[in-house]
């Protein structure tokens, strides 16, 4: 059976703290900062608009007008640019504004994922909405939400993406076990756990930062008591709806995944991210003339062997 209700809005949470980018962080949010020239925001919101969702709604706390206001128009701005012609910096400047309508609803207390998306149910109502995570960055090329938002139609319920890791890594993340379906790239999630240790994960598929939510996920955020971290977790109100059977959540659907075997860029944690800035710069036709060079230059300079800071040679502030 196909389900005709179409899947037009995203919503994204931004509300973390950005513990692990501190100083960075005291006062721009996480997903302002730039992976390259460009807020990692700002790649999550047009990957939601290439998949045909222009009604995107930011989950935001304290501190984070700026976010906001990044996809507004900045009128002081504009101005001087136009006034020294500068044509493609106004360029830059507008766009974000124009991408799609960009609201925000605030999130009072950092009460976990799964408050976050409560926190918009006024805003998308009874229609099915995407989730999108702004730490992970997903390669466009793959149409990872485009093909979630096709399950969706076909399967009904709430979709999630699934991704193989090594099993030392499903700690960090929620984790699926789930029954093939006729589709190859499809699956039937019959579990989810949150951050599970590595002797008790169903299996070494994690879910990644993107998800397609039936509305009947608000009622059951509603009564899902604080999870892991005593947050109270998007992974705990799908599990409920994956295992409706056997629980609350009948009539939600149930839950699939959509297998994704692209390329995920986590911009969470130090390492992730640097190697996303060095990624994406090697993949820009403007810069990777030059700094592809450089970057063979400057490790092939690097002592063999030695992989400690000691490895540059000086001190660096
Ligand atoms: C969140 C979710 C987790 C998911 C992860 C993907 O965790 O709770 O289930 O696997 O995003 O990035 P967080 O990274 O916010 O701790």
Redesign the pocket.
């Given at each position: 059976m196909a389900h005709s209700a179409a899947v037009t809005k995203a919503v994204v949470p931004v509300a973390?703290l950005g513990t692990r980018f501190l100083p960075a962080t005291k006062v721009t949010p996480k997903v302002m900062l730039p992976v390259v020239d460009k807020p990692a925001i700002q790649y999550v919101v047009e990957e939601a608009v290439q998949a045909g969702l222009r009604d995107v709604v930011l989950v935001t706390g304290d501190g984070q007008r700026s976010v906001t206001e990044h996809f507004g128009r900045a009128h002081h701005l504009e101005a001087r640019l136009a006034a020294r012609g500068n044509e493609r910096a106004l360029a830059e400047v507008r766009a974000p504004a124009e991408l799609a309508a960009v609201s925000c609803v605030r999130q009072d207390a950092p009460r976990g994922?799964g408050h976050a998306v409560l926190c918009a149910a006024g805003h998308v109502g009874a229609e099915p909405f995407a989730v999108l995570?702004g730490?992970?960055l997903i390669d466009p090329g793959e149409r990872l939400l485009a093909r979630m938002i096709e399950a969706r139609r076909r399967y009904g319920g709430s979709i999630v993406a699934l991704m193989e890791v090594p099993p030392d890594q499903v700690s960090?993340?929620?984790?699926a076990s789930f029954k093939p379906t006729d589709d190859p790239d499809v699956v039937a999630v019959t579990d989810l756990v949150?951050?599970p240790d590595p002797s008790e994960a169903p299996s070494n598929w994690?879910?990644?930062?993107r998800y397609v939510c039936d509305p009947a996920i608000f009622p059951v955020l509603r009564a899902t008591p604080a999870g892991?971290g005593g947050e109270i977790?998007?992974?705990d109100a799908l599990r409920a709806l994956a295992t409706a059977d056997r629980g609350p959540g009948r009539d939600g659907g149930g839950v699939h995944g959509v297998l994704f075997r692209g390329r995920r860029y986590?911009t969470?944690n130090k390492q992730d991210f640097l190697r996303t800035t060095v990624e994406f710069a090697c993949a820009r036709p403007d810069l990777a003339p030059d700094f592809v060079p450089w970057l063979r230059e400057f490790l092939s300079a690097l002592p063999d062997g030695q992989d400690g800071p000691d490895a540059i040679g000086r001190q660096l502030p």
């Open positions: 973390g994922l995570l730490d992970d960090a993340y929620g984790c949150e951050k994690i879910v990644i930062g892991r977790q998007l992974t986590d969470g």
